[in-house]
């Protein structure tokens, strides 16, 4: 990864050419603890509910779906509160914060309601979190140097996403079925991140700040032309845009190599995702975040084609995984490196929120809508037709954010 | 605050954190070792063999201590008394009086899981072929047939309840029969082809006949099954893993009803009339039970004691009368051998 600091961690603020900010740096850091201890409880909350508290896993994964929805609101509430106190480090702070008191819960939790408020805490704080914290990264970097700077924190969010499950599964060989062991040190991570954030994450006063945008007007400028084409393609392309789950899923249906390595078909994915996530963001920051985050998507396309295949192999198979995060790669962190060039600074984090709600609650709608597909007719058959749809929008998408580069 | 007095600050976060979660976990493993060592001795019962010769009850024993997991036999005469253990260790165990069949998981980074068939000295006899994560196994009663059901969760995210099962049977001697989800599925006279429907908890009835959970669109059926036809016909809806009686006249399972996600009460379906049976235990029960005799049913039910996850038999009236009472502490996964092969073959 190449990255430097240069600037002073003190004010952090502005980034000199070339560099991504030690603010972005240090998002990245407590992003990066944040999830270790997430990803420690939940690559072990299948385990822990069968095992310990006794529940079908199936019960738990039907009331997962729900969480989205509400998370995806409360995104927009934590971009609004961002933006009209001008503080969007302390909206921050209270989502890591009530993800944090989340863990430490779970010793208490034992029952599916106490487990199952428990984990919405979790969700509603990272829903809250997530804007304010794009808007900081925004504001604290060189606007030409945007998708590299989401690139960097996007990669280091990654690697905490990796090792999150080995710390927990060192941990479980090393004190056997003691989830609470893990409750613990997962809170100890969350507890650091929490630190390093409220220590030294420098506390960038946004436009809003002086602006005091009210809800009217926020929603004004989220609705103007230059934004109002990229919400719109993003939604579109987020319709089509099939949920890793059944990917997973229609691999495991044809080839045993799947079948086996079911639980760790993810990390394919992360690993590429994770190689990428720099080098893609700059590719954006050269050629255009709009042709990046289109071109993504062409990814998507040759995945739904080797999906639909009949059959598969560990060749086929691999190929989809990285395809898949070369697609995250170049859509999670140049999604937002778009908007927040596009919205005035006053609701920038607004802009963020409403882009990945929109992408989030499309996304959702797509899942209903495939399963619904899948249910009727089968893995194959669907996936050659979201590849049609897919392929005809791209086109589409591109012609809707011919105006989204702004001139460099 | 100044940057020195910042990084103080989050040295004295980061000391707190380590120290604390190191303490926790250390505390832990001590306490492990400690109760190990202080858990009471298990009784134990006689010989394997003379145990074995009368009608008895295989299972999981989950008492503490050094035989944590092994599979054990108490005599039906005396289901509470002292255990015999056998060599093997399952994490669900299925018996009949010249087999058994055990899944392990070897759990790590990647857990992998075994399905195995072992002889009469509880020695492997072969591997089953198994993908995902098994989750029911079931022997027909003269111990030719095997049954595995493994379960290959979705990615949950936004995708309600998608889980997709595999369900073989095998011949013990090593032919695979096939994936139940091949075989053709009838609802009310129309096949289903629905390519969510799933197939799981299987029960043999002897010869050709078995039961089964069959699934789509997020409905449940009791169905019937003929592995030479390779189709099975859905009898009646909301039943889950099915349990023949030793009569071959009923059906114990679980029931979803209108309860909440991820709750379940025990029936009894009577296959002469179709009556239903609500039974005595009102503990929501995630288990394909076995039967004891005619009359009653065994069950495992979870229970969390001082930190540590463990669990008991428990036993109920078929009836519906009656209370459900304890059949043996730290138990799971039981499975009646009523006597020798004679006895093996129902109609």
């Known amino acids: 990864m190449y990255v430097t600091i240069r600037d002073r961690p003190a004010d952090g603020a502005g980034a000199t050419a070339g560099k991504v900010s030690a603010t972005v740096l240090l998002l990245g850091t407590v992003s990066l603890l944040t999830d270790v201890s997430s990803e420690m409880v939940a690559s072990v909350l299948p385990l822990y509910l069968t095992a310990a508290v006794g529940l079908n896993p199936v019960a738990f994964g039907f009331l997962d779906g729900m969480y989205q929805g509400v998370s995806a609101f409360l995104r927009i509430a934590g971009g609004y509160a961002g933006d009209r106190g001008g503080q969007p480090k302390w909206v921050a702070v209270v989502g890591y914060g009530a993800s944090a008191i989340s863990r430490i819960a779970m010793l208490a939790a034992t029952g599916f309601a106490a487990i199952t408020a428990v984990v919405t805490a979790d969700r509603l704080g990272k829903g809250l979190r997530t804007a304010p914290r794009d808007a900081l990264i925004a504001e604290a970097s060189d606007p030409a140097m945007l998708g590299r700077a989401f690139g960097v924190h996007r990669a280091l969010d990654t690697v905490g996403a990796a090792l999150g499950p080995l710390v927990a599964f060192a941990l479980l060989w090393s004190v056997p079925g003691s989830y609470d062991s893990i409750f613990v040190v997962s809170f100890a991570f969350a507890v650091v991140g929490l630190a390093v954030l409220v220590l030294f994450v420098p506390n960038l006063r946004t436009a809003g700040a002086t602006a005091r945008i009210g809800l009217r007007n926020a929603v004004r400028e989220i609705g103007r032309r230059g934004l109002r084409g990229p919400l719109l393609a993003a939604g579109m392309l987020g319709l089509l845009t099939v949920g890793d789950g059944f990917l997973y899923l229609t691999l495991q249906d044809r080839d045993d190599f799947a079948a086996v390595w079911f639980p760790l078909l993810y990390v394919g994915t992360n690993v590429a995702y994770l190689a990428l996530a720099v080098p893609l963001g700059r590719l954006a920051d050269r050629v255009g975040r709009a042709r990046v985050l289109v071109a993504g998507h062409v990814a998507l396309v040759v995945c739904y084609l080797l999906g639909a295949f009949p059959s598969g192999g560990i060749g086929s198979t691999v190929t989809v995984l990285l395809l898949l995060g070369v697609f995250y790669a170049a859509t999670d962190g140049v999604l937002p490196a778009l908007i927040s060039r596009l919205a005035p600074a006053r609701a920038r984090g607004s802009a963020i929120a409403a882009a990945q709600t929109v992408v989030a609650l499309a996304r959702f709608a797509s899942s209903l809508l495939f399963g619904l597909l899948w249910s009727v007719g089968g893995p194959a058959s669907s996936l050659l037709l979201f590849a049609a749809l897919l392929t005809a929008a791209i086109p589409v998408a591109a012609w809707m954010l011919r105006g989204a580069e702004v001139a460099r | ?347």
């Open chain 2, 1 to 347: 605050m100044s940057a020195r007095v910042r990084a103080a600050v989050l040295a004295a976060v980061l000391i707190m954190a380590l120290t604390g979660a190191a303490g926790y976990v250390w505390k832990v493993r001590a306490d492990q070792a400690a109760s190990l060592a202080a858990a009471p001795a298990v009784a134990r019962g006689g010989d394997l063999a003379t145990v074995r010769a009368a009608p008895h009850l295989v299972f999981r024993s989950t008492a503490l201590g050094r035989e944590y997991g092994r599979v054990a036999v108490v005599p039906l005469s005396d289901p509470g008394g002292a255990r015999t253990f056998t060599p093997a260790t399952c994490e669900r165990v299925h018996a009949t009086a010249v087999d058994a069949i055990c899944l392990s998981a070897d759990r790590g980074l990647v857990t992998t899981y075994q399905a195995r068939l072992l002889g009469t000295d509880w020695a492997p006899v072969r591997d089953l072929p198994l993908t995902g994560i098994p989750s029911r196994a079931r022997l027909s009663r003269d111990g030719a047939l095997a049954a595995t059901t493994t379960f290959v969760f979705g990615d949950s995210y936004a995708n309600p309840g998608q889980f997709s099962t595999r369900t073989v049977v095998t011949r013990t001697g090593g032919e695979v029969i096939g994936d139940l989800e091949k075989f053709r599925l009838v609802v009310d006279g129309r096949t289903i082809t629905a390519a969510d429907r799933n197939l799981w908890g299987v029960t043999f009835a002897g010869g050709d006949t078995f039961y089964a959970t069959a699934a789509s669109g997020g409905k449940t059926w009791l169905v019937r099954g003929s592995l030479s036809a390779r189709t099975v016909t859905a009898l009646r809806g909301d039943v889950e893993c099915p349990s023949l009686s030793p009569d071959g006249t009923r059906i114990a399972f679980k029931k979803h009803g209108d309860l909440p996600a991820g709750r379940w009460r025990l029936a009894v379906h009577d296959l002469r009339t179709g009556a239903e049976t609500l039974l005595a235990e009102t503990r929501s029960v995630d288990d394909q039970v076995e039967w004891l005799d005619d009359g009653t049913i065994v069950y495992g039910l979870p229970r969390q004691a001082s930190g540590t996850a463990s669990s008991d038999v428990w036993k109920v009236p078929a009836d519906g009368a009656g209370a459900p009472e304890l059949l043996i502490r730290d138990a799971w996964s039981p499975a009646v051998v009523r006597t020798a092969l004679a006895e093996g073959n129902h109609p």
